[in-house]
């Protein structure tokens, strides 16, 4: 299965930063196995497809003001501008190798909390959304869904596609988790602090009956966070480890029984020690695996073998 990642470019942050970045170079380790691929960077053309073209600006050369910096929770440096492409790429790419292959990964990416106009909460750009946006200016699927499994409710992503019937949202969260202002997603399955496997997986369930019965999509981006695990220090969630694999193995068996491409990008994921993060990501993506080659296209559509978009 093809996979991207970026944790080459690197992005320091001062000492005592809460985000775990050193997750994503060990989840490469553990998964050096697989055809793992540098992805290019996005460039402005593709991010103002869905970001504001002055935010993308402002971003690109330094000019963000304080209280965006603030919100988004990085400093800002041509390092973390590089890296964000480059994560947002990595999805993009994620997207065309899935819809080719039947699933790929990116090992990195789940920026849900990027607004179009603004960053928040360790996103600056949101990766799934101009992956949905590019491919379907490419011309290669008319319909996406998000399946949203990271513990906290994907904002930004709800935003962007509020009243766009050709993207389907689905987050199942904590109801109390930030962000604490909840945009509305075309499924929200919130859950009560403490939630336990039964609860999450019910909910997961529900989610993924939605997708194939509402949704129909052409491709699903899985943002498979690992923070709903009971060890995570922001999850606020008791789902044991093995409620985690339980959650994989579901969605992965519902797209190969559908036939749907899978693109699964990682969101967040804060616990202590952090190979239990590590491990619950690596356990998304070697799922993943076992799809890719076992989801048989239908034939093209009318404006793929015409060329159109490209």
């Known amino acids: ?54 935010y993308v600006a402002r971003v690109r050369d330094g000019l963000l003001a304080p209280d965006e910096i603030r919100r988004i929770g990085f400093p800002w440096s041509p390092e973390l501008v590089e890296r964000s492409r480059r994560s947002v790429g990595g999805t993009m790419a994620a997207g065309r190798s899935a819809l080719e292959d039947g699933a790929s990964a990116n090992l990195a990416g789940g920026t849900h909390h990027a607004f179009a106009d603004r960053g928040e909460g360790f996103c600056v750009f949101n990766d799934v959304a101009v992956a949905i946006r590019s491919l379907q200016a490419e011309g290669r699927i008319r319909r996406a869904s998000v399946l949203d499994l990271d513990v906290h409710q994907g904002d930004g992503t709800a935003a962007i596609f509020r009243d766009d019937p050709s993207v389907f949202t689905v987050s199942v969260h904590g109801s109390k988790n930030y962000p604490f202002r909840k945009e509305t997603s075309d499924l929200d399955l919130a859950l009560p602090d403490g939630a336990e496997d039964d609860a999450f997986l019910d909910a997961v369930d529900a989610a993924l009956k939605a997708l194939v019965t509402r949704a129909k999509p052409d491709l699903v981006f899985y943002l498979a966070g690992a923070d709903a695990f009971a060890g995570d220090r922001l999850g606020r969630l008791s789902v044991s480890r ?27 994921g804060y616990a202590v020690p952090i190979e239990d993060t590590v491990t619950i990501h690596a356990h998304s993506v070697t799922e993943a695996a076992g799809l890719a080659g076992r989801v048989t296209r239908a034939p093209p559509l009318a404006w793929e073998s015409q060329g159109a978009g490209r």
């Open 242 to 268: 093995e409620g985690m694999a339980e959650r994989d193995r579901r969605t992965v068996a519902v797209m190969r029984h559908e036939g749907i491409p899978l693109a699964v990008v990682m969101g967040g």
């Open 1 to 54: 299965m093809r996979t991207y990642y970026c944790d080459e470019f690197i992005l320091s942050l001062p000492a005592g930063h809460r985000f775990p970045m050193e997750k994503y170079r060990l989840l490469r380790e553990r998964l050096s196995d697989l055809d793992l691929r540098i992805p290019p960077g996005a460039d402005d053309d593709a991010l103002r497809r869905v970001h504001a073209p002055e």
